[in-house]
């Protein structure tokens, strides 16, 4: 029997330092990587393969807002008490209600301010936001 999966954009959730994240853009909503290789390998002159697994546990999150979103204006007084005072360090949260997709960690912090751009066209307008974490736990996870 086939499987279905059923994926709500609406349904995607994004806290940070216990703010929820509203106002997403049109495409893409969030993506978080690592930031490091989960497992490397060499291969020795005779073919003997040795890994290494990287203790590197850190993430980057790409959090791409429409330029209305009220979240850019709190995610930049956060970024610039961070800058000021040194206390942006927050735990992020995302989580895909639709679905078993989760991240979090408690160590999180709001690299820089976005890329601004104005044009005739709002879409073009939107604003990434680049939060990294010292470690980090995702769940990829598939829908519901």
Known sequence: MPELGTYNPKKVIVLFGGIEITGFAENSIIKIKPMSEGIGDIVGAHGDVVRTISPDGRHEATINLLQSSSSNDLLA????????????????????????????????????????????????????????????????????
């Open 77 to 144: 007084v956060v970024h610039a008490r961070d800058k000021s005072v040194g206390d942006g360090v927050l735990p992020l949260v995302i989580k895909d209600l639709s679905g078993r997709m989760t991240f979090y960690d408690s160590l999180a912090w709001i690299v820089n301010n976005p890329e601004t751009n104005r044009t005739n066209n709002a879409a073009d307008g939107s604003q990434e936001w680049t939060i990294h974490t010292a470690g980090g736990t995702l769940f990829p996870g598939g829908h519901d």
